[in-house]
């Protein structure tokens, strides 16, 4: 079964396509092109997307919850409500992440993922979803000086058997781990999980620049949330966040919400980043919700507005990662084209995705946001099925 896809713009995978022709079959795309170059194959069904920007789908790999749910909660109503979620708002892939808690606790909720994740190619193909691609670990294995709202008493120090009891819960399916470097035990972990084709992200961590290059040498390859629980820049030292800003090896994340950093180093990152720039939301199940209590993991995050806190540390936010694309666009000036690459392109190669997530070209996924020229969704399309 064939769709033709009708766009006044198509963002592909080498600039903007005007007036185009998107062909998919079995939620794979097979053509882009322009309208006058391209045969549409007969029998195709057609669908007129109108006047606004067909881009790839966001792809979010730091994510706790939202629509009032969080992904430790372990029920499938919980994983459906948050996907139906992130796909209003144009996220058609992401890692469930879990945060720090009771290794049993921890463990339950990684077997739980890890159904849903292998449940995928048995949903209903009409549910407009966004989809897991594997488990973001973010702890436990993290620096107790920088352990921001992650309860201290369930942070573990890393060691090759404590990671692979959290690997075989999880059936393998972790795609990123958050670690300090610096903390004893870690460097193995690294070197096992980088072999084992994790993404290995460093953060939580007050790593010294030295400590960061040997994590980086272990098989580290991206940071989490650059700026936010990490030891500060110092141009004597610069460390973990000197290092992500520097190194081009690497890549980097950060929560543009405009409360877990100041609009002004959102342009510094940029600069700095560019191709290697991710936008993730690292939302809790706050987001969509009005203000009040929240669960984060096993713990309760106050919300107020866009400021989440637990005993007045900031504790994931209330972002969607359409706003954080807007934000870009705001705080820097950037192209919406400059913005998407954030959240589409950069964290698909950050997950080792290249050419399968965040393009538009043959052999991806198709897996759409339609978007108007400033940054609003208006429709998504996920393995090529939209409402
Ligand atoms: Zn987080």
Known sequence: MKTAFLAAECVGVEGRVR????????????????????????GASMVDLGDDVLAP???????????????????QEAIAAL????????????CPTTVSARM???????????NE?????????????????????????????????????????PSLGSFDRLWEAARGHVKVMTIAPEVPGAEEVIREAASRGVCVSLGHSNATLEQTR?????????????????RPLDHREPGILGCALA???????????GVHVHPEIVKL???????????????????GMPDGQYQLGGFVVEVKGDVCTSHGRLAGSVLTLDRALRNVMKFTGATLDTALRMATMSPARTLGLCGRKGVIGPGADADFVLLTTDGQVSRTIVGGRSQ
């Open 214 to 230: 040997c994590g980086i040498a272990a098989g580290g390859r991206h940071v989490t949330h650059v700026f936010n629980a990490m």
């Open 19 to 42: 007036n185009a022709v998107v062909v998919v079959e079995d939620g794979i795309v097979v053509s882009v092109g322009a309208r006058e170059q391209t045969a549409i194959p007969s």
């Open 247 to 257: 190194d081009d090896s690497i890549s980097a994340e950060m929560i543009v919400d």
């Open 117 to 157: 994740i292998e449940a995928v190619p048995r949903r209903p193909a009409e549910e407009l979803r966004a989809r897991p691609l594997g488990i973001h670990l973010e702890g436990p294995f993290i620096s107790k000086e920088k352990a921001g709202a992650h309860p201290l008493e369930c942070i573990a120090e």
């Open 104 to 114: 049993d606790v921890t463990l339950r909720a990684l077997e739980f993922l890890a």
């Open 57 to 75: 789908g966001f792809i979010d790999m730091h994510i706790h919850g939202g629509a009032g749910h969080d992904v430790m909660e372990g029920t």
């Open 269 to 287: 990152f940029l600069d700095a980043k560019r191709g290697q720039a991710v936008l993730v939301t690292d939302a809790i199940s706050a987001t």
């Open 83 to 94: 996907e139906l979620h992130l796909a209003r708002h144009g996220t058609t892939s992401y």
